[in-house]
């Protein structure tokens, strides 16, 4: 859909890495992680700012960058994945609750680290893909749905 079309389009007009990473479609909610060249994420980042102007007709709203890095020698994913997070809400022991925003992106970013090793020795590059059982198979490596809403509500992220 969107996004690769978005990451077709960035590479025709600018040369440059092809995008890898992982977007994670929860129901309220959408994880993303990029890797690729400053240049191609700064075209993505023109692309979402402008989305953003589109106001309550924009296909995403609300942005949030949690952390930015650069001049990464090895990439975490070996090409850009997709698949849909299904998992339950727990409301019992909500540990964001007592932990600085700080914190949670460090715990946040563990998981994704993990969850990137995972997928980096379990599917090979061009696969079909992730299809959406990833929340059946590891479900402990994807970050609660509560957690991004912890996340997108801190003030401490810009949008």
Known sequence: ????????????????????????????SILHILESSSGTLYQILQDLASLQKQGSSALLQEIKILVV??????RLFLQWYVTMVT???????DVTQSQ??????????????????????TFKVSSKGLGDNLHTLVPELLIPAETINYLF???????
Do not use: D, W
Not at 4 to 28: A, C, D, M, T, W
Not at 87 to 93: D, K, Q, S
């Open 1 to 28: 859909g969107y996004h690769e079309r978005l990451f077709q389009n960035i590479l025709k007009y600018h040369l440059g890495e092809p995008v890898s990473g992982l977007l994670l479609l929860y129901p309220s």
């Open 69 to 74: 890095s650069h001049n990464i020698p090895t």
């Open 87 to 93: 998992l339950p809400v727990t409301y019992l022991e």
């Open 100 to 121: 600085s925003a700080e914190e949670v992106v460090t715990e946040c970013l563990t998981l994704l680290l993990k969850l990137g090793t995972y997928l980096s020795k």
């Open 153 to 159: 509500k801190a003030k401490e992220f810009m949008s």
